[in-house]
């Protein structure tokens, strides 16, 4: 399979835990996107990478997430000290640079927080 | 900025019936648009993509879209309605670094 993947699928952690989620692109797309989808509503952008740079971050982000990308291959979002507000789909996108790539996305990540 | 506007939350077909689902935006530059749809459990697709090119753009599935600047719309379409058409859709613009700005979404209903 060539597409996106995103591990785990689905977490369930308690309030104050940490996770990390990660994601795996197209192997030949130098871009890779952070959603995030809460129920009823479309995905929001959180932050993007080109290679290894993080080149922007929404201020939907605190500064309990933190997302990397090292060697500009898979990355990993991490949110430390949960809350119940957390608790959404997470979804990664990968596609290359240029003013109208498609942007192909992974099956996403639920959280949970309890 | 770029918004998205998805006129309907919830759009119920008979199957063989044509498909509407509405979108306007609003972008400081010419924008990029997309349509992408969201089955339960599975990840988002794209249906297809608008970038300056022809106005009416066709895409997979018998979907097509026709973007109307004086009317800022883009407006998805499909002659025939099937079963497995029942889905999620979002209508997407492109801001200028490429980050997708999504709409609410609208929740697509096939009758059978």
């Known amino acids: 399979d060539t597409g996106v993947s995103q591990d785990p699928r689905h977490k369930i952690t308690k309030r104050g835990q940490n996770v990390t989620f990660r994601c795996d692109p197209i192997?030949?797309?130098?871009?890779l996107y952070w959603y995030r989808q809460t129920l009823g509503q479309g995905p929001e952008f959180l932050t993007y990478?080109?290679?290894?740079?993080?080149?922007?971050k929404s201020r939907l982000l605190s500064d309990r997430f933190s997302a990397e990308r090292p060697k500009g291959s898979f990355s990993t979002l991490e949110i430390q000290r949960t809350e119940q507000g957390d608790s959404a789909m997470y979804l990664c996108?990968?596609?290359?640079?240029?003013?109208?790539?498609?942007?192909?996305f992974g099956p996403g990540t639920r959280l949970t927080v309890l | 900025a770029q918004s998205v506007t998805q006129l309907d939350s919830h759009v119920s077909v008979s199957e063989g019936t044509p498909v509407l689902l509405r979108c306007n935006y609003s972008?400081?530059?010419?924008?990029?648009l997309f349509w992408y749809v969201q089955h339960p459990n599975k990840g988002l697709q794209l249906l297809l993509k608008?970038?300056?090119?022809?106005?009416l753009v066709k895409g997979i599935n018998g979907f097509e879209a026709e973007f109307k600047k004086s009317e800022t719309s883009f407006h998805l379409t499909k002659p025939s309605a099937h079963m497995s058409d029942a889905a999620e859709y979002f209508c997407?613009?492109?801001?200028?670094?490429?980050?997708?700005?999504f709409g609410a979404g609208t929740i697509l209903r096939v009758k059978s």
């Open positions: 990478f080109q290679n290894e740079a993080q080149l922007e």
């Open positions: 608008y970038t300056s090119a022809a106005t």
């Open positions: 192997s030949e797309h130098n871009r």
């Open positions: 996108a990968s596609g290359s640079s240029g003013r109208t790539d498609t942007q192909y």
């Open positions: 997407v613009v492109s801001d200028p670094r490429n980050k997708l700005v």
């Open positions: 972008s400081s530059y010419s924008p990029s």
